[in-house]
């Protein structure tokens, strides 16, 4: 297959680091059979170490061409879709589940609106583990009286216990083409 060139329109940023990964997974701590989806699974970095550990995962992406290159993996469904217009209750009732796990490497550009769209979903939901900038996350876990503290630290710290479990740098991964 060609080499993907990653899309500065999509923000996408690709894993390459294997020590990072196997963490990441570790972190996600994936039981073989539990339902749990990916958003953005890109070139499936972090989508084969666990689709070993699962046996099925199923996959949100949005950028055809990498969709078209998932579905030919055999323990994959791959949804072709702006994770922001996903309904996440329809596809746990797809899956026959009564609850998803849900994974990613979420863009910057993106990742608060895909964080308020899963607030939508807290019912059929059971956990949510992403990599997210920096900035991000230290404006989730703000606290008040902060310069970080904010409608986005108000509207998750509702709903979540959050914690931050891995730095990582940002050479660890491809960077998009300006």
Sequence with gaps: MSKHIPRKRF???FLSDTYIIESIVSGIAPVAGEPMVEIGPGLAALT???VER?????VIELDRDLAQRLR???QLT??????LRVDFRKLA??????KVRVVGNLPYNISTPILFHLLDYVDVIQDQHFMLQKEVID???????????????????WRYEMENFLFVPPEVSTRRRA
């Design 139 to 157: 404006r989730m876990v703000g606290t008040p009286s902060s310069g970080d503290y904010g409608r986005l630290s108000v509207m998750l710290q």
């Design 54 to 58: 699962l046996g099925h995962l199923t």
């Design 11 to 13: 923000g996408q940023h």
């Design 48 to 50: 084969q170490p666990l």
């Design 93 to 98: 009732a797809d899956m026959k589940v009564p």
């Design 72 to 74: 030919g993996h055999g």
């Design 78 to 83: 791959v949804v072709e879709s702006d994770v």
